[in-house]
């Protein structure tokens, strides 16, 4: 079982940066993909972004296309989400998953991490 940890959320003002980490441990780490999700208040979780093990595909969600990054360092057991030009509407919390499968729904994922709070807001 591999335990994920979120960090890096927080305040922003619209137009700002952020970029959340994802730390793994566990004695196996060998997920075929690592993925985003997030989910704001009275919503559903949503799809964000997702990454192979080799880091050579990743996909979006249109609402983050051309703003935000997804990348990992398997050797630091950590995949990121840079996050640029935030709106009011990236607010939610950033959840951090992990799984065998490369997809863009949340059922292919088993481990997850607690999630951390992105608000964005003046």
């Known amino acids: 079982q591999v335990q994920l940890v979120e960090s890096g959320g927080g305040l922003v003002q619209p137009g700002g940066s952020l970029r959340l980490s994802c730390a793994a441990s566990?004695?196996?780490?060998?997920?075929?993909?690592m993925a985003w999700f997030r989910q704001a208040p009275g919503k559903e979780r949503e799809f964000v972004t997702v990454?192979?093990?080799?880091?050579?595909?990743?996909d979006y969600a249109a609402s983050v296309k051309g703003r935000f990054t997804i990348s990992r360092d398997n050797a630091k057991k950590t995949v990121y989400l840079q996050m640029n030009s935030l709106k009011p509407e990236d607010t939610a919390v950033y959840y951090c998953?992990?799984?065998?499968?490369?997809?863009?729904?949340?059922?292919?994922?088993?481990?997850w991490g607690q999630g951390t709070q992105v608000t964005v807001s003046t």
């Open positions: 566990g004695r196996t780490f060998s997920p075929n993909a």
């Open positions: 998953a992990a799984g065998g499968k490369y997809s863009f729904s949340a059922l292919a994922y088993d481990s």
């Open positions: 990454i192979n093990w080799s880091g050579t595909s990743t």
